[in-house]
C-alpha cells in the first residue's frame, strides 16, 4: 500500500519561500511495482531495467512533487524526466527533488526570472571517507578552511556537497550545461543560523558569473544533511 511505502510526510516551513517544501520516508520493503497503479503514475519506461532502489526513490520523489504542485494549484500533474534527466515542471513552475537511502523530498515555486530553486538531501558521510573523497569536492584552500569550522569536518564536507548539488539544480534550468564541484566554492557557514554561502568561480552565463554568490540553509536531522537554496 501507498501508505505503508511513503509515510511521516510532512511540509517543511522555510521563511520567505514563496512555494513549498514536502518531505516524506519511504520504505524500500514496502516497494513493489503495483505501487504504480495503486498511484495512478505510468510506470516510466527508464526504469524498466532500474533496481528496486531506484524505482522507489523515483517514485517516492513523483508523489510528493504531485503534493506539492496541488499546494500551488497544479493538481494530478505528472513530472516527467527530459532528455537530460532533469525533472519536467510545469510551465511556470521552478521545482527540485532530492533524496537519500530512505527519504525524498520536492521543492516547488512560482517561477521567476533569473530565479531558481535548488535542494539536497545527504547522509553524512563517515571521516574516513570524507579523507579519500574531498578533493573532488573542494579545493585545497576550501578544505583547509572547512577543518577550521566549528562542525566536525565530515559533516561540513557533506554539507558543502550537499550545497553544491543544491546549487547545480538551482542553476541548471538557466545555464542549461553541467558544471563541476569546484566551479563554485563555499564562503560562509553558520552553524548557528543554519545558513552558508557559495561563490561561482567560473563564468556560467553572463547573468552567473565568476565570483555571483549564492546563500542558501541548511537542516541537520540524525545523519541527514538538508540544503536548500532559492532565489
Known sequence: MLTTFLTD?????????????????????????????????????????????????????RLLARQALEALGHPQQLVARGA???????????GALSHNADTALCAVAPATRGGGVGLDVETQMPAQR?????????????????????????????LTFSAKESLFKALYPQVRRYFDFLDAHIVALDPQAQTFT?????????????????????????DNVTTFIFF
Open 130 to 158: 570524507a579523507e579519500q573523497l574531498w578533493s573532488g569536492i573542494v579545493n585545497p584552500a576550501e578544505q583547509a578552511w572547512l577543518r577550521q569550522q566549528p562542525l566536525p569536518f565530515s559533516l561540513a564536507l557533506t
Open 84 to 94: 537530460d534527466r532533469a525533472p519536467v515542471w510545469p510551465v511556470g513552475i521552478a
Open 198 to 222: 557559495l561563490a561561482l568561480l567560473q563564468d556560467l552565463t553572463p547573468q552567473c558569473p565568476a565570483g555571483r554568490r549564492f546563500n542558501g540553509r541548511f537542516t541537520l536531522d540524525g
Open 9 to 61: 510526510i510532512c511540509w517543511l516551513p522555510v521563511s520567505d519561500f514563496p512555494g513549498r517544501v514536502i518531505r516524506g520516508r519511504f520504505s524500500l520493503t514496502a516497494y513493489h511495482d503495483a505501487l504504480w497503479q495503486q498511484a495512478a503514475l505510468p510506470f516510466p519506461d527508464h526504469l524498466s531495467a532500474a533496481v528496486a532502489k531506484r524505482r522507489a526513490e523515483y517514485l517516492a520523489g
